[in-house]
């Protein structure tokens, strides 16, 4: 596997994921990732539209947190510190981009807390491959379930967080697009991914 600039080795698939589980804790007050839960497979609407959009909301309020936090701290070099200043640029556009679609109804940001996460290198890159990796699978999982103005709302950040979760792996040594087709998760499974990782309780 290749290494990564800043001198600690890439990481496999299965072994970023031990790693993330065992070097973070982020715990929300008042997250509500479990409104998610009740997204239907109902024919798609604008009150549908609304509830994944909110779930979407939190994803990505978390993901800008996790890099703004990451640089706060200052243990980023080379490769990872570039990763995390642009792809923190494009995670606070998201949540830009998600209060204006959902105007008043956006929820404001949860508090979160990173542990080591965000203060370690390694367990960083981990982490950050877990996170945008799940955040692409939630995008490809809520997207046929939306109508087609949201949906194509929802297209334009799913392709960017692709890129993210690609220039990550190619980053820890893993294939930087290792299917020829990314499955997605409905909004109970992604709950799953993110309470495993342990990003939050």
Not at 145 to 165: C, D, F, P, Q, Y
Request: net charge neutral; proline share 5%; with cysteine.
């Amino acid at each position: 596997m290749n290494d990564v600039s800043d001198g600690h080795p890439g990481r496999s698939r299965s072994s970023f994921f031990r790693v993330a589980a065992g070097g973070a804790t982020a715990v929300a007050c008042g997250l509500i990732f479990d409104q998610g839960l009740a997204v239907s497979d109902a024919a798609p609407s604008p009150a549908q539209d609304q509830r994944i959009f909110e779930f979407a909301l939190v994803l990505e309020q978390l993901q800008a947190a996790f890099y703004a936090d990451a640089l706060k701290r200052g243990a980023l070099r080379g490769d990872l510190l570039q990763f995390a200043r642009v792809v923190g640029d494009h995670e606070r556009a998201h949540v830009a981009f998600l209060h204006k679609v959902l105007g008043r109804e956006a929820s404001p940001a949860p508090r979160f807390h990173f542990g080591k996460a965000t203060s370690d290198p390694e367990r960083f890159g981990a982490a950050a491959h877990a996170l945008e990796n799940i955040g692409v699978a939630a995008y490809n999982g809520q997207g046929a379930k939306l109508t087609a103005g949201a949906m194509s709302h929802a297209a334009e950040i799913v392709s960017v967080e692709g890129r993210h979760a690609g220039w990550i792996g190619a980053l820890l040594g893993d294939p930087p697009a290792p299917r020829a087709a990314d499955p997605g998760l409905d909004a109970k499974a992604v709950l799953a991914q993110l309470r495993a990782t342990g990003f939050f309780k």
